[in-house]
């Protein structure tokens, strides 16, 4: 099995940081790309940045400049760096990764169970 754990959310003042850190856990080949997702009450999921497995990323257009994503290899970990938080950041964020779980096989995707971004104003 594989998993991904996020840990890293809370409330937090309009302006403040967060950083959120996702582990992905279990019988693992490799991972190709990563990413966060966000879904606010009522809303859809949406995209909220991206990186490959060689550390190009990629942001949506109300994140950029603000947050910043990375990963660690070694340690199976994508990160979200987020500064200068908006009340309109408040969402749950998702982890997501592309992961081959053997050196024979498919990769898939998978999710991680979310943590709440609050952001009062």
């Known amino acids: 099995q594989v998993q991904l754990v996020e840990s890293g959310g809370g409330l937090v003042q309009a302006g403040g940081s967060l950083r959120l850190s996702c582990a992905a856990s279990g019988t693992i080949f490799s991972i190709n790309d990563m990413a966060w997702y966000r879904q606010a009450p009522g809303k859809q999921r949406d995209l909220v940045a991206t990186?490959?497995?060689?550390?190009?990323?990629n942001y949506a257009s109300s994140v950029k400049g603000r947050f910043t994503i990375s990963r660690d290899s070694a340690k199976k970990t994508v990160y979200l760096q987020m500064n200068s938080l908006k009340p309109e950041d408040t969402a749950v964020y998702y982890c997501h990764a592309i992961i081959r779980r053997f050196a024979i096989g498919a990769d898939w995707p998978y999710w991680g169970q979310g943590t709440q971004v609050t952001v009062s104003s």
């Open positions: 990186i490959t497995s060689v550390g190009s990323t």
